[in-house]
């Protein structure tokens, strides 16, 4: 079955980074896309960065663009989120997302909160 497990979410201060972590399970990681969303209260889930298979292509929200790096490590079957520069509105609960067998797949989610 298909897993998604997020890690690495914590409280730092405006400036500050964080790494996140998706350790996935249940199907070819290296062959999938994958991606984080984010969502902050009352309002809704919004894609964050996605990658391809091969780590090749990397797509990003202009509003983390420039700060936040998506990269995967398919010896692992991890993804990864690197957030620097991190200000208040990065505040959210990040997922991973994967679509597999044309279903979509999330993990539990991990809080980022970025206050001083």
């Known amino acids: 079955q298909v897993q998604l497990v997020e890690s690495g979410g914590g409280l730092v201060q405006p400036g500050g980074s964080l790494r996140l972590s998706c350790a996935a399970s249940?199907?070819?990681?290296?062959?999938?896309?994958m991606s984080w969303y984010r969502q902050a209260p009352g309002k809704e889930r919004e894609l964050v960065a996605t990658?391809?298979?091969?780590?090749?292509?990397?797509n990003y929200a202009d509003s983390v663009k420039g700060r936040f790096t998506i990269f995967r490590d398919n010896a692992k079957n991890t993804l990864y989120l690197q957030m620097g520069s991190l200000n208040p509105e990065d505040t959210a609960t990040y997922y991973c997302?994967?679509?597999?067998?044309?279903?979509?797949?999330w993990g539990q989610g991990t809080q980022v909160t970025v206050s001083s």
């Open positions: 249940g199907f070819t990681f290296s062959n999938s896309a």
């Open positions: 990658i391809s298979y091969l780590g090749i292509s990397r």
């Open positions: 997302h994967t679509r597999h067998g044309g279903q979509n797949y």
